[in-house]
């Protein structure tokens, strides 16, 4: 699919490739989510409930935002753990094209938001927030 034929075209087939796009990014989310659950299952001590929100941190690496009771390890398995990792910042990616193209016609700034991936009871879950400033 080319990303830029997305972003620029305003042709009812553009309508169809971001349905696809959606599609796509929210089956990815399901797989993730899945994964992700059974790898914390079997190789850590992290149970969902309590749910958790994941965003990209510094050096590409995954932080756990707020508190959590298994903050640090869910930190630590999924920055040691490269194809969880890879699959993430991919997730990532994915979604901020997303919501760009949903943007772009909007006065909403892409700029100010940031990616976050949750892990409920229920499974996996993409989102946008605002930037926080640190």
């Known amino acids: ?37 059974s790898h914390l299952q079997a190789y850590t001590s992290v149970k969902v409930p309590p749910a958790f929100q994941l965003q990209s941190a510094a050096e590409g690496k995954i932080q756990v935002v707020g508190d959590h009771p298994n903050k640090v390890e869910i930190e630590s398995y999924l920055n040691q753990n490269t194809r969880l990792l890879k699959w993430f910042k991919e997730l990532e990616v994915l979604f901020e094209i997303q919501r760009k193209i949903e943007l772009a016609e909007s006065n909403e700034n892409f700029d100010q938001q940031v990616f976050n991936f949750g892990l409920t ?5 993409a989102f946008f927030t605002l930037k926080t400033i640190n």
């Open 1 to 37: 699919m080319d990303i830029a034929q997305l972003s620029s075209s305003q042709k009812t087939e553009t309508g169809m490739q971001l349905s696809e796009l959606t599609h796509n990014a929210t089956s990815e989310v399901r797989r993730f989510g899945e994964d992700l659950a």
């Open 121 to 125: 009871s229920l499974g996996g879950i």
